[in-house]
């Protein structure tokens, strides 16, 4: 996440790949227009790094201590802005909308990893019991 919105940060006019969706050259678009949308990437790039950071201090906190409600905000964090930035990627008729799909599918992986009882051997500090 924090990659993706420094990447968006970088931006400094409207990109070609946009001239298809907007329906014009990106080149023909009016100053105030291109400016607009360049705002608006650059606050998407910003909660996007906001969130990448709170994302990051919630694994590195509460969850390596054992919590189990840093799970759920981790997942509500990620799929609230990745998992929307990938959805307007794609409605916008962006190809590109996968990576950051592809960041939120790894992320819920991880969690699911992370809360999944091991297989084979019991949980440490536990005592097996009688079934």
Known sequence: MVVG?????????????WSQPLGQP???LPPAVARLLICLL?????ALIASGIATLLLINGPL????????????????LSDGMNSL???????????VPLTFVGLVLLGLLL??????VFPV????????
Do not use: C, N
């Open 26 to 28: 990106v080149g023909s």
């Open 5 to 17: 919105g420094v990447g968006d940060l970088l931006v400094a006019s409207p990109p070609d790949l």
């Open 124 to 131: 440490a500090g536990e005592k097996p019991g009688r079934d």
């Open 88 to 98: 307007q990627i794609y409605l916008f008729g962006g190809f590109y909308f996968w």
């Open 42 to 46: 650059h606050a998407l790039g910003s």
């Open 114 to 119: 992370a809360f999944l009882p091991p297989a």
């Open 64 to 79: 390596r201590r054992g919590g189990r409600w840093p799970g759920v905000a981790i997942a509500l964090v990620v799929v």
